[in-house]
C-alpha cells in the first residue's frame, strides 16, 4: 500500500500534467488535503509531505486538530479550511478558528460568521457553495441566487468573498464532469468582474479532478486518494 507521501508526489504530478495539458499556468490549482476523520499522524505525515492547506467537514474534530497544532507545533504554517455543511448553532467556533469557508450557501450564515470573527484575526476567506446539480440531498444554493448572496457578502466587514465551490453530481462521463463544472467556472468569472477578491474556484474531487482543472479549478480537495478509507463509525 502507498504512503501518504507516495500519494501526496502521485497526486500532485497528476495536477502538474493536467495544468500543462490543458493549457493552465503552473501552479495554479492548488491542493487541499481533505483531512475530516483522520488521525493527527496522518496529517503529520502529509505535513512531512510539503501539504500545509487542510479541509475539514466536522466543526470540533477540525478545531481539536488546529488547537494541536497551533500548541504542539506553533512553527509549522498550516491553513485549515471547513468544507462541510454549516449549522448557524456552529457559526462562532468556525469563525473562530478557521482561514477559510467553502460551504456559506444563506445570508444568515455568512452575517453571523462576519458578526463572531474576532477582531485579532484577518477577514474570513470564504466561498458560496452552489449546487450545480440541484439535488435535494446536496448543500448549495442555486446558480441564481449567487449574484444576490454575493452582494451581501461583500458588505460584510469580516468577510472576504474569494470564489464558488460546488460538489456537483457523481456521474463517471467525462462531458458530463466538464460541463457542470464549466457553468460554475462561468458564474465565477462573472462574479470577478463585480468582486476583485474573486479569484478561486473550488471544485473537484479524485474521480473528477481533471474535467475541474480542465474548467478552471483553482482548488481540487482530495481525500481519500491521500489518506485512504475513512471510518465513519464514530461520526454521527
Not at 17 to 34: C, D, I, N, Y
Not at 148 to 175: C, F, H, K
Request: aromatic letters at 6%.
Amino acid at each position: 500500500m502507498a504512503s501518504i507521501q507516495q500519494n501526496i508526489e502521485h497526486i500532485t504530478q497528476q495536477i502538474k500534467s493536467f495544468e500543462q495539458k490543458h493549457t493552465r499556468a503552473p501552479g495554479s490549482v492548488q491542493l487541499l488535503a481533505v483531512s475530516k476523520t483522520k488521525p493527527i499522524e496522518a496529517i503529520l505525515d502529509a505535513i512531512h509531505s510539503g501539504q500545509c492547506t487542510f479541509g475539514e467537514n466536522y466543526v470540533q474534530e477540525g478545531i481539536d486538530k488546529i488547537e494541536y497544532f497551533s500548541t504542539h507545533h506553533a512553527d509549522i504554517n498550516l491553513v485549515w479550511h471547513f468544507i462541510g455543511p454549516i449549522q448557524s448553532n456552529k457559526t462562532r467556533p468556525i469563525a473562530e478558528n478557521f482561514d477559510w469557508v467553502h460551504s456559506i450557501d444563506r445570508a444568515k450564515i455568512a452575517q453571523r460568521l462576519s458578526d463572531q470573527r474576532p477582531e485579532d484575526k484577518e477577514p474570513l476567506q470564504v466561498l458560496i457553495q452552489v449546487n450545480t446539480s440541484n439535488e435535494a440531498s446536496k448543500s448549495g444554493i442555486d446558480s441564481q441566487q449567487v449574484l444576490e448572496l454575493a452582494a451581501q457578502i461583500n458588505a460584510l466587514p469580516n468577510l472576504t468573498l474569494r470564489g464558488l465551490m460546488s460538489i456537483p453530481a457523481n456521474v463517471s462521463d467525462y462531458q458530463s464532469q466538464l460541463d457542470a463544472f464549466q457553468k460554475l467556472a462561468q458564474l465565477n468569472t462573472q462574479l470577478a468582474t463585480l468582486y476583485p477578491s474573486v479569484d478561486t474556484l473550488s471544485m473537484g474531487m479524485s474521480g473528477d479532478m481533471e474535467a475541474a482543472i480542465e474548467a478552471g479549478s483553482t482548488c481540487v480537495r482530495i481525500g481519500t486518494a491521500i489518506f485512504g478509507a475513512r471510518d465513519y463509525s464514530t461520526k454521527n
